[in-house]
């Protein structure tokens, strides 16, 4: 019996532990849940980012350090995926200054209308008059007729003022679709550099004297025989200045000259684009017209400002990118890249969510929104992710990985042009984009905010 309760003793110790032979039995944690594609994706992401300290232009800039690898072209564009995001125009100024201050460029090219560009550069290299009022009056495009585009043209202007012994910083535009301010810019120039070629030019170029607002209804009544006529006069004045080269020169400057013969080319180009506006219903031939157009101007950027100058240029995603639109439409930026080689260099922006500016159709200009989450499936998605809110992604610098293989495959990301209706399905403002090599970098906001539309008087 009494080997019997011994022997239940030491059955009940061992099942206590209590027995000093026994081991405890080690505890084991449950197998890690294998990551998913997207997680090992934003994990990658998380390692390359850049977070960027401030989106405010200023002196400090060291968080523009990782584009120093696309700062060494000779043309860096900078796209915006809202044509009213503040953030994004406020990073573009910020890059410029650091372009010109760190690396020597002195241009600044934007898409807008070329002779409204002429007026404004007048401002940035004197000072002398009235900006907002003369970007009301000059100014085609809402989209510039905002505080961050009055303080990056102001900034220009103060650097110049400053820096006089310096090459001068240049406002330049470079878009084609507009007519009506040219001859006012060409009667300037060529009363100086050739008053005695004055009338005939005036003569060729009067029919298109017309004011900014009044073109588009002057173009919409204009019949095919009217065009070509006008048409034929821009181009004989064209042969015309081009064989007073010599004399125009000598009466003014060789700029100067090439600036008249730059402002006459956007007449010329202007003038065929309006027109179309009305009688080509087809909106490729015109997208790619307007995106040569564009290419062939930055191309002449050389003559206005002198060789080997270094230039920042601004538009929209789509203008800048590297690879041509989905629909396999060229780009200005697709063409760049194929001229220019690895001296054109591209900036893309990014959001996910937040309020700009855009044109509703009938109703006119708005602060839109565009609420979270993003698009599953989407770039704009991943890029949310991520564990910064504002950063730079190298896209170019990308190692070797699942995310850049992904990244080089066709995908849905956010853009939005100057229009928007939130009554559309936000589907609809999605594009399929291989993200490499359409951006060199890519500059995400997560959050966007209104750009400021300047007052009206």
Known sequence: MLLMLFGASLLVLSACGGSSSTQPVPETSPPAPEQTPFEVRVAILNSELAPLDSTLPGPATDDLLPLSRLAAARV?????????????????????????????????????????????????????????????????????????????????????????????????????????????????????????????????????????????????????????????????????????????????????????????????????????????????????ARERCMTDNVQLIEDLAGPGVRVGLWAHNGHVAATPYFQGWPTMGSHLREELGNEYQVIGFSFSHGDFMAQRSGVGLLQQSIPLPPLPGSITELLHAADSEQYILDVGGIPGSQLLDWLRESQLFLFVGSVFDPAHDIQNYYYDVTLSPMFDAIIHIDESTAAVPLPMP
């Open 76 to 288: 860096i564009g900078m796209g915006e995926a809202t044509h009213g995001t503040r953030e994004f125009f406020h990073l573009k100024h910020k890059i410029f200054r650091w372009l010109v201050e760190e690396h020597g460029a002195t241009v600044f090219a934007i898409e807008s209308d070329i002779a409204e560009g002429y007026f404004l550069d007048q401002y940035v290299q004197t000072g002398e008059g009235d900006l907002e009022s003369m970007m009301l009056e000059r100014m085609h495009y809402w989209t510039w007729y905002t505080e961050e585009v009055r303080d990056l043209i102001q900034w220009m202007a103060d650097y110049n003022a400053a820096n006089p012994d310096a090459e001068p910083l240049r406002y330049i535009g470079i878009d084609c679709q507009t007519v009506g301010m040219q001859p006012e810019a060409m009667m300037e120039l060529i009363n100086v550099a050739s008053p005695e070629l004055s009338e005939q030019v005036e003569a060729a170029i009067s029919p298109l004297d017309v004011g900014m607002y009044e073109a588009w209804p002057f173009y919409q009544e204009m019949p095919q025989q009217e065009y070509d006529q006008i048409r034929a006069q821009l181009l004989d004045l064209q042969a015309t200045l081009a064989a007073n080269r010599d004399e125009l020169v000598a009466g003014a400057t060789l700029q100067d000259y090439h600036m008249l013969m730059y402002l006459l080319k956007s007449l010329i180009d202007g003038h065929r684009s309006t027109f179309d506006d009305f009688n080509v219903p087809d909106l490729q031939p015109r997208s790619e």
